[in-house]
């Protein structure tokens, strides 16, 4: 039976390349954001952008860092056979190569979280506005109902305002 096939050098190189690539479609959707965002919005919503921002713009960072590492792994591995401290140095690159996937991963969850935290907000707010709206418009109908002598006594609400 063959040994497993373990990845080479070219397609570490393919890889990164793959990653490269990815961060700055990432780092062009950031720009584009950021040129396209409206100023006008509150004070909480500013921390909101500027933190997101600064994880967007640390994520595309480490999958750049992340490519770099990846290229070296593979000069490295083409050039190393046998010789101890490269290969040492081989391992050491995939450990901080998988260490910053694993902060890449955990920053797309903070990302994910802190959308979440934003939609509940701006979700609670618009149902406090529709309801702000709804209850106005119900004085209003009363006022008006009230002015129009529609509810004297013996003459109940209208039932489809309940």
Not at 141 to 158: I, W
Request: aromatic fraction near 10%; include cysteine; charged fraction near 25%.
């Amino acid at each position: 039976m063959p040994p497993p096939a373990v990845a080479g050098a070219t397609e570490i190189y393919w890889a990164a390349g793959g990653l490269t690539l990815v961060a700055l479609a990432l780092i062009a959707w950031q720009v584009f954001d950021l040129k396209n965002r409206p100023s006008d919005h509150s004070p909480v919503d500013g921390r909101y952008f500027r933190n997101r921002d600064l994880r967007r713009w640390a994520c595309a960072l480490f999958m750049l860092l992340a490519a770099g590492l990846m290229f070296l792994a593979a000069r490295i591995d083409d050039q190393a056979q046998g010789d101890r401290d490269t290969a040492r140095l081989y391992v050491l690159l995939w450990i901080v190569i998988l260490a910053l996937i694993v902060a890449m991963l955990a920053l797309a969850l903070l990302d994910w979280l802190a959308n979440r935290h934003y939609a509940a907000r701006h979700r609670r707010a618009l149902a406090r506005e529709r309801e702000t709206y709804l209850s106005s418009l119900a004085e209003q109908s009363r006022q008006r109902d009230a002015k129009e002598g529609k509810n004297r006594p013996g003459n109940p609400p209208d039932p489809s305002w309940n």
